[in-house]
């Protein structure tokens, strides 16, 4: 009987990181989170190399396997940017880890959350989640991250929301019950005030992250206010993910929306953006992403360890509903 290969995915992002050991049976035999790691320039540092090796040994520890029947790790980390710093920051962290680096790969987060997002041989990611991550392909293994430095300065919607309750406040925007409910969301009644803390970046880190939430109800409740940041935002964001789908000739490619501000955020945000790529590509596939960026990277590795990547996608995505990791 041959002996089963597995494969290990790291995704790690703005806010934790993933690691995920796939068999190439598409059997999901670990799968955890942990905090974030965001690669340092030119190489790992004890920091980043600590984090990743608890982080591993408890994967595999979940898996009852040791590192040798690793067959291939697949990193897809934040801070892997520039091409001539990733021979160096893979050398380091693969040292630090005691991997062999011709076994390994290391990409950009955007990247490896394509890999989990589609299959298709031409698609683009859209991840708005902490932070904005873009990736596209023309063909499997020709995988690019897009504006992953934000030097197209991404629209932050977080922060218009902020913004917008303080202009609500003071008469530059017409009234709107987002300020309300932002004040709510926070603790924080005075509207005053709460601009005072947006502005020196003292409000609570999650809430901040959340502020989704008043604005999700606001926009359900009928808000214009509310609705305008939305409408403001899907014009970029179409408008990136259009010039992704002309790059890689995508008539009828796919198009992978997903991370925390379009999953839990306004349906409309969703939609409004999706019918603005619609109108220019009619054809394209616009989805959810079916797996998540680890185990993308972990399907990443197994691709670049020989195995057909299309096939061992849909076995994975047969063990369980989509986003079920």
């Known amino acids: 009987m041959a002996k089963q290969s597995y494969y290990l995915g790291l995704d790690s992002g703005g806010s934790k990181t993933e690691v995920v050991i796939l068999g190439a049976d598409g059997a999901r035999r670990a799968g955890l989170v942990g905090e974030a790691i965001r690669l340092a320039a030119r190489r790992a540092t004890p920091a980043n190399l600590l984090v990743a090796r608890k982080l591993i040994d408890a994967a595999l520890a979940q898996a009852r396997l040791i590192r040798q029947e690793i067959a291939f790790f697949g990193f897809g980390m934040c801070g892997a940017d520039f091409d001539d710093e990733i021979p160096t920051q893979k050398k380091s962290l693969c040292r630090g880890l005691g991997i062999d680096p011709a076994r390994a ?7 490896v959350a394509l890999w ?42 977080r922060r218009r929301i902020l913004a917008a309750c303080a202009r609500v406040w003071d008469g530059r925007l017409p009234p709107s019950i987002l300020p309300d409910l932002a004040g709510r969301h926070f603790g ?53 993910l259009r010039y992704l789908l002309k790059k890689i000739g995508g008539r009828d490619a796919d198009v992978v929306m997903g991370g925390g501000l379009l999953l839990n955020g306004p349906r409309y945000f969703y939609d409004r953006i999706a019918s603005l790529v619609r109108r220019r590509y009619p054809q394209a596939s616009i989805h959810l992403p079916v797996h998540s960026p680890g185990t993308g990277a972990a399907i990443m590795a197994a691709f670049y360890d020989g195995r057909e990547a299309g096939k061992l996608f849909r076995r994975v995505r047969r063990i369980g509903p989509p986003n079920a990791e």
Do not use: C
Not at 117 to 136: C, D, K, P, V
């Open 105 to 111: 790969a290391l990409v950009n987060d955007g990247v």
């Open 116 to 157: 989990g997002g589609s299959a298709a041989e031409r698609a683009a990611i859209l991840q708005l989640g902490t932070a904005f991550t873009a990736a596209y392909r023309r063909g499997l293994g020709t995988e690019m991250p897009f504006d992953h430095l934000n030097a197209g300065i991404v629209i932050d919607v």
């Open 188 to 240: 924080v009644a005075d509207p005053v005030d709460l601009a005072r803390r947006a502005t020196r970046n003292t409000l609570d880190r999650w809430k901040v992250r959340t502020v989704i939430q008043p604005w999700r109800e606001a926009i359900e409740r009928g808000d214009r206010v509310a609705r305008q940041i939305a409408d403001d935002a899907a014009e970029v964001y179409a408008g990136d």
